[in-house]
């Protein structure tokens, strides 16, 4: 494993109780950083942290319950969390898939509720992070995106369109800050086989295989290593930009 150097700095990680979020924090762990976790499910925060203690020596963890939907939340989080230390990176990985199906029979309530977390959550971490960080004038803020969000899966329409919000919010708020030592940028993986598989069909999983040319689904150590370099000083002249992760299915 390549050593990155993020000694000295601090990361927060939405959704990082399981999952990429998870292995993201491991990463960065094991690259010197300190991690604050961010996760509405409490016992599974508590678990992450006992894991990674173990996993990794000299670990530094911290946790907060948030829900990151809730602006209110979000704003009493990053209170808590900046009181702990300065946050040089934020990682948002929170995200949730919602059902599958097609658009003409798709429950309103869970179109919303897609948005309210891959979106408006994502939305509510940035803006509040990236007043810290301008005042500091320096960070990295790194957001989850999908491949489904340049290409869009079929039956599954706001996963996909949640997923290019995030994209395009990440563009504009890159070019927002290009002229700070703040910068902003988004990963677009292909289907990685995490806890997410769960929310989907056996229909949808196989769909999404299939249309990887490496024939494999990603691991979430790959997705960390990115991301980890993607928090690193090395990551200077990108911003806005959105790194593919997709085994070869993207063409752009």
């Known amino acids: 494993m390549n050593q990155l150097d993020l000694k000295g700095r601090h990361a927060v990680i939405t959704g990082a109780a399981t ?3 998870y292995a993201i924090a491991q990463r960065m762990l094991e690259s010197g ?3 604050t976790l961010w996760d509405r499910d409490a016992k599974a ?3 992450a942290v006992d ?3 173990k996993s990794c020596s000299d670990a530094v963890v911290s946790c907060v319950t948030v829900d990151v939907a809730r602006h209110e939340e979000v704003v009493a989080a990053t209170e808590q969390t900046i009181a702990w230390a300065n946050v040089d990176a934020l990682v948002n990985s929170a995200g949730v898939t919602g059902p599958n199906t097609r658009l003409w029979d798709y429950p309103v309530d869970s179109w919303r509720q897609v948005f309210e977390v891959n979106v408006h959550g994502l939305f509510y971490c940035c803006r509040e992070m990236s007043a810290h960080m301008r005042a500091r004038n320096q960070g990295r803020i790194v957001n989850i995106a999908s491949v489904a969000g340049k290409e869009g899966n079929p039956n599954a329409s706001a996963y996909s369109a949640s997923k290019a919000a995030v ?5 504009s708020l890159g070019k927002e800050l290009a002229d700070t030592h703040i910068r902003v940028n988004c990963v677009t993986p292909a289907a990685v086989k995490t806890a997410i598989f769960d929310q989907m069909t ?3 999983i196989q769909f999404m295989l299939g249309k990887i040319p490496m024939g494999r689904f990603g691991l979430p150590q790959e997705v960390a290593a990115m991301v980890a370099w993607m928090c690193t000083e090395e990551c200077s002249f990108a911003t806005g930009a959105v790194f593919d992760l997709s085994g070869g299915r993207s063409t752009y």
């Open 45 to 47: 925060l508590g678990a």
């Open 202 to 204: 056996r229909e949808h």
């Open 33 to 35: 950083a300190r991690v």
């Open 167 to 171: 994209i395009g919010l990440t563009k």
């Open 19 to 21: 999952g990429l979020g």
């Open 51 to 53: 894991s990674l203690e």
